[in-house]
């Protein structure tokens, strides 16, 4: 099969979920975006205040990681926990705004990902979540 068929008939299936013509999802709108923090009192700090802004569905704290970086021409090697930020790509400037207001970090980490498939029911409830509604 010449190579740009190939290409054609992998993109036609989506991302390697079902078979050529029919695909089994979408790349959505959704996003996780993550952050590194140093305590659990920031971590539930973050989490809690971008939940009840509606800013994110669900925030998962990830503990413990370990974090070897380069910062100020130092080696750094620190116990660290990662959020990850259930939310829409629409709200990711807000999210971002919204952790380095309240971060302690100098430059804190803020990158977000696009969620390539997930159950469409999922994606709902994570829009559901930071959609304002009418009063």
């Known amino acids: 099969m010449p190579r740009a068929a190939r290409d054609r008939r992998r993109l036609e299936s989506g991302p390697n979920l079902g078979p050529p013509g029919r695909r089994e999802c979408d790349v959505t ?17 973050l989490a809690s205040g ?6 994110a569905a669900c925030v998962n704290i ?23 930020i259930k939310t829409m790509a629409n709200k990711f400037r807000e999210v971002r705004d ?14 977000a990902y696009p969620v390539a498939a997930a159950d469409e029911k999922v994606v709902e409830w994570i829009k559901g979540c930071v959609t304002e509604r009418p009063q």
């Not at 993550?34 to 659990?40: A, G, I, K, Q, S």
């Not at 919204?98 to 100098?106: G, L, P, S």
């Open 50 to 55: 971008l939940v009840e802004t509606k800013l």
């Open 98 to 111: 919204f952790i380095r207001e309240h971060h302690t970090y100098e430059l804190p980490e803020i990158m």
């Open 62 to 84: 990830i503990s413990p990681v370990r974090s070897i970086y380069r910062w100020k021409e130092q080696i750094h090697d620190d116990r660290e926990m990662v959020l990850m």
């Open 29 to 45: 709108d959704a996003i996780i975006v993550l952050t590194t923090v140093d305590t659990e009192e920031l971590a539930r700090k």
